[in-house]
């Protein structure tokens, strides 16, 4: 009664399975891109930092951190090792800086060695240490009496 000038129709066929969205990309590649972790002037922390992208530090860091950028604002203090492709330092920083690019701003105050293949010290920025120049600043430095 209801197909009356209606061709009969073929049974639908299933919908190939969606691939799964896993398998084809590492679900890495957009934390690269994303922007920076901000640590806020009221945060104290104890321990190491690693990350893959960029830090930017305006509380109180007690160990080491690693990243691919760094920034230590005006607020910012790091007493540890710090290595980074791209550092730049506005607050406080106590132990060894290793890194491409290493900017003391004006204000910054950083007490330890500097390895670095670029540095940049502003006016008025405090600097007690070494500076040693290496054409790879992010390996690790040999082991010395200091």
């Known amino acids: 009664m209801f197909t009356k000038g209606k061709t009969p129709e073929a049974p ?6 969606p691939k799964p969205v896993l398998s084809d990309a590492p679900k890495r590649a ?23 992208g960029e830090i930017d530090i305006n509380g109180q860091i007690e160990g080491d951190v690693r990243a691919s950028a760094l920034t230590v604002g005006e607020t910012g203090a790091v007493k540890g090792e710090v290595v980074a492709e791209s550092v730049v330092i506005r ?3 106590e ?18 060695d500097i390895f670095h293949a670029s540095l940049a ?22 082991a010395s009496g200091s």
Do not use: W, Y
């Open 12 to 17: 639908p066929t299933p919908a190939p399975a």
């Open 30 to 52: 957009p934390a690269a891109r994303s922007g920076p972790s901000i640590i806020s002037a009221d945060v104290k922390m104890t321990g190491t930092i690693v990350s893959q």
């Open 91 to 93: 607050g406080t920083v």
């Open 121 to 142: 010290i502003e006016p008025n920025a405090i600097f007690e240490g070494a500076v040693k120049h290496a054409q790879d600043p992010m390996a690790d430095p040999p």
């Open 95 to 112: 132990g060894r800086i290793r890194g491409r690019k290493v900017q003391l701003c004006t204000g910054a105050k950083v007490r330890g």
